[in-house]
């Protein structure tokens, strides 16, 4: 089984923290933060805006 990249990883990781801060889980992101070693001043932000609904819907009409 092939894993993720160092780089898919720290995208992927820096997404799940954009969203749990959209849709309001304070708590899981800072410990998201914590435990997936994020800077969350590092604002890479702009290009993994809503990243996740969007590949999600993506993936939803692909399967369809």
Do not use: C
């Amino acid at each position: 089984m092939v894993g993720l990249t160092t780089k898919q990883r720290d995208e992927l990781n820096v997404a799940i923290h954009e969203y749990l801060v959209k849709n309001n889980f304070e708590q899981s992101a800072e410990l998201f933060v914590e435990e997936a070693s994020l800077d969350p001043s590092s604002n890479k932000a702009s290009s993994t805006k809503d990243i996740l609904e969007k590949k999600w819907t993506s993936l939803v009409r692909l399967k369809k």
